[in-house]
């Protein structure tokens, strides 16, 4: 099979879950014989730097790791970039690049800024499978916060963004065309139970196949014991570095206990809000017990998972699955997570293998800090429960069998 992956952006300029799934699958698909290209647009990319254009949209092609990339992008960006549905422009330079490379499938990871791309392969006859790895399409900022970062639970067909949040009217129409796009795409599936409940809570009830993320295992490499009666405990953080996945909450968790035994490592960019970004280094240099690590590869992940004793997924927002979740269970490493994390809803039975806080009441992820600080030997405990999560040949095979019954 031909397969064109589509999303919104991808490596090396981001790195995060989306484009870690992306990569991971195309790298599996062509182990077991496949065509993979992946298809993206490049909002952090110069426009010199593309040496092509078909009208206003300029286009490139790169390689990475062994996976083609095509990137597109307008010659001058609209600001609504991340909020639109249909784009003409857009959807014209899909049709053209896909009519000429003929392909049999096309996988859409994330729709932002490449939603109209479904259209241009129903044009061309080629069945459309949509991965939903958050919520975009029933929320522009695609986590259900509000400006103030509390949450929502539903956007009321768009009527609830426009008295809370501030989004003019035109988020009405921009609703229908995402539930279009919801019902016209070939086969819906997503990684978490979680984000497939909130759907059907909104009434979008059409079936969404449950599959979950797995882990390439070739990257998991045996981490040292070490006793932690001795040691100082490192308690780590991985991914994007922002106030919506509640890393400030971390922060002054972790400063509440006053402890020396204790560290707290932050692996990952700081990105789009450099205000927040002020903060936590102001934060940091005030407790020497923090520290932050800055952008690590994907590779690099065995070395950090050795430097991280207990994982934190502090997410204030909802976090429609987490992928670092079972990367580091994977590890062997356990993961303490707000409830709203959809991962941590499936993997983590708090107390057994990790610990589930209440993101209402972050006094308990203090607490929980507290209380391995003065266990250490909880950690241990919560080790010896955890059960490999799933790997990524099985998730291909499952994702494998979808296309083959669209091509059928």
């Not at 129903?122 to 029933?138: A, E, G, Q, R």
């Not at 402890?259 to 932050?266: D, H, R, V």
Request: net charge negative.
């Amino acid at each position: 099979m031909k397969i064109l992956y589509v999303l919104h952006d991808f490596f090396p300029r981001f790195y995060g879950g989306t484009e870690r799934y992306v990569l991971n699958l195309s790298k599996q698909m062509q182990r077991m014989g496949h065509s993979v290209t992946v298809l993206t647009y490049g909002i952090e990319d110069p426009p010199e730097i593309f040496p092509a254009s078909m009208d206003d949209i300029l286009y490139k092609s790169y390689d990475y790791e062994g996976i083609p990339v095509i990137s597109i992008r307008h010659k001058l960006i609209p600001g609504d970039i991340g909020f639109m549905i249909d784009d003409e422009r857009i959807e014209y330079a899909i049709t053209k690049i896909i009519e000429t490379k003929v392909f049999d499938v096309m996988h859409i990871a994330h729709p932002m800024r490449m939603a109209c791309c479904y259209k241009a392969a129903h044009k061309l006859n080629i069945p459309v499978v949509l991965t939903l790895t958050d919520f975009w399409l029933l929320c522009p900022r695609g986590r259900f916060y509000k400006p103030d970062y509390s949450l929502c639970n539903s956007p009321d067909s768009g009527e609830k963004c426009i008295t809370e949040c501030g989004v003019n009217s035109s988020i009405t129409e921009r609703y229908k065309d995402a539930k279009k796009l919801f019902e016209e795409v070939d086969v819906l599936i997503s990684p978490s139970r979680f984000l497939i409940g909130c759907y059907k809570f909104n009434g979008w009830t059409r079936n969404i196949s449950h599959i979950n993320h797995g882990v390439d295992y070739k990257y998991v490499k045996p981490l040292a014991p070490v006793d932690k009666e001795r040691d100082i405990i490192s308690f780590g953080y991985t991914g994007v570095v922002a106030r919506f996945k509640g890393v400030d909450v971390l922060v002054n968790a972790f400063r509440e206990v006053n402890s020396p035994g204790i560290a707290l490592k932050i692996y990952g960019n700081c990105i789009w809000e450099p205000a927040f970004s002020q903060e936590l280094a102001a934060a940091v240099e005030e407790d020497k017990r923090i520290r932050l690590m800055g952008k690590y590869d994907h590779s690099e992940l065995p070395c950090v998972m050795s430097e991280i004793d207990i994982t934190i997924v502090p997410s204030t927002t909802l976090e429609s699955y987490g992928l670092v979740v079972v990367e580091s269970m994977a590890y062997g490493v356990p993961v303490i997570a707000s409830d709203i994390v959809g991962s941590a809803c499936e993997f983590i039975e708090h107390g057994k293998n990790g610990m589930v806080f209440s993101v209402q009441k972050p006094s308990e992820l203090t607490d929980i800090i507290k209380q391995i600080s003065d266990q250490p030997s909880i950690i241990k405990t919560l080790k010896s429960n955890i059960s490999p999560p799933p790997r990524l040949e099985e998730e291909a095979f499952m994702v494998e069998k979808i296309y083959k019954s669209v091509l059928h």
